[in-house]
């Protein structure tokens, strides 16, 4: 699976938007761009995934560049409880076998 | 959705000895998944849970040291043998529903502390 690059860490206001950053410029044509996070000792939680299209859920937005080799995940409103451990993470479904690979993540703080 | 629970949710055993760590899905998936996550660290990927088969396993993870058992859809076993300080983790099984770019859901891991 191609790598991706985020910001050890970022903070954030509560209430205000986020936009988390990921690099992944050998991305291939056939991997789907995935964002999960991990919260204070809980396992990782999905978040979003996308191919080409910017993408929405009740979570957050996910904005896909043109040429694909960078996206940010956007919190709109911050909360106390978004801190989290942030991973964007390339998956390759055209012959893997599904599992993620985990990079460092990046670690976001939300101040009140 | 999955919902996923690993028992016990922590131990501390002495060295030397082994523990087997249970991983429940409430419905069958197709494709369930061990990791480790060493203090402050990311997670790295043990091995991929085969039904009714041998698990693959990732470079520098053995079936000797972490043997796994799927006996069904539903659940699956990790077992870290022979443990030592080095092995003090927290384990997360994993579970995705269907082969494509489906989410994966994790549980809430197994917090191990070897003396």
């Known amino acids: 699976d191609a790598k991706t690059t985020q910001p050890n860490s970022m903070e954030s206001n509560e209430e205000e938007p986020v936009h988390l950053p990921c690099n992944h410029s050998t991305i291939s044509g056939t991997d789907y761009i995935h964002w999960y996070r991990q919260l204070p000792s809980q396992g990782p939680e999905y978040v979003i995934h996308g191919l080409t299209s910017n993408v929405n859920n009740r979570m957050a937005s996910l904005a896909i560049a043109e040429d694909r080799k960078s996206s940010t995940l956007i919190l709109h409103r911050a909360t106390l409880r978004d801190a989290a451990v942030y991973y964007c993470?390339?998956?390759?479904?055209?012959?893997?076998?599904?599992?993620?690979?985990f990079g460092k993540g990046t670690k976001l703080s939300v101040k009140p | 959705s999955a919902v996923i629970s690993q028992k016990p949710s922590r131990d501390i055993c002495q060295r030397g000895t082994s523990l087997t760590i249970q991983c429940q899905v409430d419905?069958?998936?197709?494709?369930m998944f061990w990791y480790r996550q060493q203090p402050g660290q990311s997670l790295t990927l043990i091995a991929t849970?085969?039904?009714?088969?041998?698990?693959?396993?990732e470079s520098g993870f053995v079936i000797d040291k972490f043997p796994i058992s799927r006996p069904n859809l539903t659940f699956s076993t990790l077992t870290v043998s022979n443990m030592s300080p080095e092995d003090s983790s927290i384990y997360l099984c994993s579970a995705a529903l269907a082969g494509g770019p489906e989410t994966q859901y994790f549980g809430p891991g197994t917090r191990l502390l070897v003396l």
């Open positions: 849970a085969n039904q009714g088969s041998e698990a693959t396993y």
């Open positions: 993470i390339l998956r390759d479904w055209g012959g893997s076998q599904g599992n993620l690979i």
């Open positions: 419905s069958q998936v197709t494709m």
